[in-house]
């Protein structure tokens, strides 16, 4: 659900969905759902809320694999 939201530009309605995806006990690709809250976030401008995801998915990541966090940190220092 948070993916359709996503896609038709409702960002809100996106984080919502995908907040609730964390709160389940069973939850795969978790580190995908982090980096689309985040994109969600930044699409927003909920600065705070956005950096929190990203932290915690810097936490889930092998030290290889944190460009793509940076990255979107960086946008989010633009704003």
Do not use: H, W
């Not at 659900?1 to 907040?19: H, P, W």
């Not at 709160?23 to 705070?48: D, H, P, V, W």
């Amino acid at each position: 659900m948070a993916e359709i939201y996503q896609d038709n530009l409702e960002f809100d309605g996106a984080v919502s969905n995908y907040e609730k995806l964390l709160g389940s006990k069973i939850i795969f690709q978790k580190e995908k759902t982090y980096m689309r809250l985040a994109e969600c976030c930044y699409r927003i401008n909920a600065i705070e809320k956005g950096f929190k995801f990203l932290n915690l998915l810097e936490k889930e990541l092998l030290p290889t694999k944190v460009y793509t966090t940076y990255l979107l940190k960086g946008k989010f220092d633009d704003l």
